[in-house]
C-alpha cells in the first residue's frame, strides 16, 4: 500500500512532486487521456480540489487543508495501489472540449475518430447538411455519437451498443448534452436489431485487441469491461461482421469509417481488394480506415 506522508506535504506544488514521484516509482500505466506522471498527478490534483483543469500554476503554491490532505491520500492510494484508471476515480473524461460521465461499465472514452470529426472525414463526404442519418457502433458512453450530433447539426443519430450498462451511462451523457431527441440508443450487437434503416455515415470504434495482447495489458485496462475491448485472436472479428454487414445499411454514396488501432497489416491482409483510404490522426496515421458503399460492395 502506498505511504503518504500527508503531514509532510503542505502546499500544492509538494502534493504534484510527490504524486509524479510516486506514479514514476509505481510504474502506471497512462493511456487514458494523459500520456505521463505529470499531467495525470497534475489533474487528479486539480480535481480533487475543485480547481479549474487548465490553471495550475496559481495554485503551486497554496496550502492544502486537513480534510483536502485526506481526499488526495485516498485517491492517489486507490491509483497507485489499485492501478484504476483517474477516469474512473473522477468519473469523468474528456475529448476535446467535452466532457463526459464515465464509470467501470464503459470503456474510457480516447478514440481517434473523435479527432476525425468532422474535418478529417469532411473531405469524402461533402456538406455538412448532406449528413441526415448517422450511426455509432459500440456507442459505449456515447461519446462519438454526441460528438457526430454536433458535427452534422442535420443528422438524427442512432448510438448502438450490446451492453444495457453502456447504454445506460450513454444515455446520461446524451441527457447531459440535451440531445434525447437527435440520438437513439438501441442495444444490439452490431446491426442485429436495426431491421431496414439506413445511414449516409456510420462510424464504429469496435473491440480490436488481440487475444494475446489482451493477455497482456496493463493493470489499468483490466478495470474496462473486456467485452468492449477483445476483438478475437486477431482483433478483426468485429471488423469483419461490420464490413460484410454496412452495406446494406448505407445509403448509395454512404460512408463507413472504423478504427482498427495498429492493425492495419491485419486488415489490409483480410480484405485485399479494399481500397481503404487511412486517415491520418495527430498521434496515427493508419489507426482508422474510411471507406464508401460502392468501394465495400465492389471488394468483396
Known sequence: MASIPANELETVR????WAVSRF????????????????????????????????LEPFLDARV???????????????????IPAAYLTREAWLGEFRFLVDERVIIPRSFIAELLPHGIAPF????????????LCTGSGCLAILLAHAYPAADVDAVDISA?????????????????RINLIRSDLFDNLAEK??????????????????????????????????GDDGLDAVRTIVKEAPRFLNNGGTLVVEVGHN??????????????????SSSEDAVFLLKREELIAGR
Open 14 to 17: 509538494d502534493w504534484l512532486r
Open 24 to 55: 514514476s516509482e509505481a510504474k502506471l500505466h497512462f493511456g487514458h487521456g494523459n500520456t505521463h506522471a505529470y499531467d495525470e498527478a497534475a489533474y487528479l490534483l486539480l480535481h480533487a480540489l475543485h480547481l479549474p483543469l487548465d490553471r
Open 65 to 83: 487543508t486537513q480534510d483536502e490532505r485526506a481526499r488526495l491520500a485516498e485517491l492517489f492510494t486507490r491509483r497507485i495501489d489499485e492501478r
Open 125 to 136: 463526404l461533402g456538406p455538412p447538411e448532406t449528413i441526415t442519418t448517422a450511426l455509432d
Open 165 to 181: 450498462e453502456a447504454l445506460a451511462v450513454a444515455q446520461r451523457n446524451v441527457s447531459d448534452y440535451s440531445l434525447a431527441d
Open 198 to 231: 439506413n445511414y449516409d455515415l456510420i462510424i464504429c470504434n469496435p473491440p480490436y485487441v488481440t487475444t494475446m495482447a489482451m493477455e497482456e495489458l496493463p493493470g489499468e485496462y483490466r478495470h474496462e469491461p473486456a467485452q468492449a475491448l477483445a476483438g
Open 264 to 281: 492495419r497489416a491485419g486488415a489490409e491482409s483480410v480484405f485485399p481488394r479494399l481500397p481503404f483510404v487511412w486517415l491520418p490522426t
